[in-house]
């Protein structure tokens, strides 16, 4: 069973465009989260999202940063227009239905912004 | 407001020696979960115990164990026999079941460097 993918590992984009960021959960897993990690920090939550569903996008900053995770595909968090503020590791989890339970992390996308 | 708060920001152990990494949190609910990820230089997110604030009796994971103080908060970790793979960030994290959303809130964690 293949644990959590994210790519790509390092993203490097110039002020004003677009990152993309990819997470593919565990197989069976329905839930993904999306963490950010800023250096000398610990993770701060952004957004959780079933399928086809934001659940909750409360840690998510209103403007630029969006998530969707279609029927189909990967789980995608964007980011329009980035600024330096935004370099930061980005983590996705997965977990199962069950409440509680472990999230599983992917190892992780590094964004610099230069 | 959830919190969480790992007052040691770094710590150095010798291998095969014992230490207490130390987490306190704040919350309102009853029901909730805490755990313990270790955090490598690869930077990946490893779960290292997990405990339901529900339960009294600490839990233990091989060379890894807990000390849960429920009314005064308190989460800790205890490594014993550490070896030189114990080197990394630990973060302590609570996880409440609000509303559906099941999301993690973390401390700021803890260097921790074991020493041969």
Same mark, same amino acid.
């Not at chain 1, 209103?62 to 940063?65: A, D, N, P, S, Y």
């Given at each position: 069973?293949a644990?959590?993918m994210?790519?790509?590992?390092?993203l490097?984009?110039?002020r004003?465009?677009?990152?993309?960021?990819?997470c =593919?959960p565990m197989?069976?897993?329905s839930?993904?989260y999306?963490?950010?990690?800023?250096?000398?920090e610990?993770?701060?939550?952004?957004?959780?999202?079933?399928?086809?569903?934001?659940?909750?996008?409360?840690?998510?900053p209103?403007?630029?940063?969006s998530?969707?995770f279609?029927?189909?595909?990967? =789980?995608?968090?964007?980011?329009?227009?980035v600024v330096?503020?935004? =370099?930061?590791?980005?983590?996705c989890?997965? =977990?199962?239905?069950?409440a509680?339970?472990?999230q599983?992390?992917?190892p992780?996308?590094?964004?610099?912004?230069? | 407001?959830?919190?969480?708060?790992? %007052?040691?920001? &770094?710590?150095s152990?010798? &291998?095969?020696e014992?230490?207490t990494?130390s987490?306190t @949190?704040?919350?309102?609910? %009853?029901n @909730?979960y805490l755990?313990?990820?270790?955090?490598p230089p690869?930077?990946?997110m490893?779960?290292?115990i997990?405990?339901?604030? @529900?339960k009294q009796q600490?839990?233990? &994971?091989?060379?890894? %164990?807990?000390?849960?103080q429920?009314?005064?908060k308190?989460?800790?970790l205890?490594? %014993?026999?550490s070896?030189?793979g114990?080197?990394?960030? @630990?973060?302590c994290?609570?996880?409440?079941?609000?509303?559906?959303?099941e999301?993690?809130?973390?401390?700021k964690g803890?260097?921790?460097?074991?020493?041969?």
């Open positions: 069973n644990g959590v994210q790519n790509p590992r390092h490097v984009r110039r004003g465009q677009e990152a993309r960021l990819r =593919s197989k069976g897993h839930h993904v999306w963490y950010r990690q800023l250096p000398e610990g993770l701060k939550f952004m957004v959780y999202l079933q399928k086809e569903n934001i659940i909750d996008e409360s840690g998510m209103k403007e630029r940063f998530a969707e279609p029927k189909e595909g990967p =789980s995608i968090l964007r980011i329009q227009q330096r503020g935004d =370099s930061a590791a980005y983590f989890a997965s =977990s199962p239905v069950v509680g339970y472990e599983y992390f992917g992780g996308t590094r964004l610099t912004v230069t | 407001a959830q919190t969480v708060t790992q %007052s040691q920001p &770094e710590m152990v010798q &291998e095969a014992t230490v990494l987490c @949190y704040d919350t309102s609910e %009853s @909730y755990f313990w990820y270790k955090q690869s930077r990946q490893i779960l290292v997990r405990q339901e604030a @529900y600490n839990a233990t &994971e091989n060379r890894f %164990s807990v000390n849960f429920k009314a005064a308190s989460f800790s205890k490594i %014993s026999d070896q030189l114990d080197t990394a960030m @630990y973060f994290a609570f996880m409440i079941d609000q509303g559906g959303s999301k993690l809130v973390f401390g803890t260097k921790l460097t074991v020493n041969p």
